[in-house]
Every structure is written in C-alpha cells, then in structure tokens.
C-alpha cells in the first residue's frame, strides 16, 4: 500500500504561481511511476503531468507545456507539480496518483492506470 498526501494548493491570481507537494508513504516510493490530475466542476478527472520512477521520462499535457513542471525527490519521498502562468481555467482540484512500475523510464498518462491515489488540493486562479 501506498498512501499520498497532496498540498500546496490555495488562491492565486492569474499570471501567479503555486507548487504543489505529493508526499508517499508505505512501500518504496522509488518504484512507482507518479502523474498529477485535475478535475474541475461537472468536467472528467484529466492528465496534468507525469514522471517515471528514475526520472529519466516526464510528459505534459498540451494546456501546460511550458508552464507546468513536475519533479520528484527520493529522499523526501515526494513528488512536486511547479505550477507558473497560472490561468483561470487551470482552476480545479489536483490529484496525484502513483502506479508500481520497474522500469525506470515508463510514466503513465491514463488514470486507469494507476493504483493510488491522494485526496486532492484545491487550486483556485482568480482572473
């Protein structure tokens, strides 16, 4: 079992930035592969970003290529999401989601792929 515990989230104005922390918990978070989602009111959960386990391979949805970064650090068993630019429409609660992967360099961008899941952490962009 794995447990994650998102922060980070909050108000900001638009043009703003917020970075958000995933924290791990249970087994060893260096063999799963980590993605960020979000979904906004009366919309489907959708893919934000993804890292392998190594960190080698990272992948962006469209809408936040550029502005958007995700990053992991093994010893603090935490997955970060630096959010920049940030825009009204980047509105909605975040989840991370973690999936038991060997292969250092596989990420996931489904979420039916992944195996656990966190709560979520509002983020609010006020324009």
């Known amino acids: 079992q794995v447990q994650l515990v998102e922060s980070g989230g909050g108000l900001v104005q638009a043009g703003g930035s917020l970075r958000l922390s995933c924290a791990a918990s249970g087994r060893t978070f260096s063999n799963y592969a980590m993605g960020w989602f979000r979904q906004a009111p009366g919309k489907e959960r959708e893919f934000v970003a993804a890292i392998s386990w190594g960190a080698i391979n990272m992948y962006y949805a469209d809408f936040v290529k550029g502005r958007f970064t995700i990053s992991r650090d093994h010893a603090k068993n935490t997955v970060y999401l630096q959010m920049n630019s940030l825009k009204p429409e980047d509105t909605a609660v975040y989840f991370c989601?973690?999936?038991?992967?060997?292969?250092?360099?596989?990420?996931?961008?489904?979420?039916?792929?992944?195996?656990?899941w966190g709560q979520g952490t509002q983020v609010t962009v006020s324009s």
């Open positions: 989601a973690a999936k038991l992967e060997y292969n250092n360099g596989i990420y996931y961008i489904d979420h039916s792929d992944y195996d656990y």
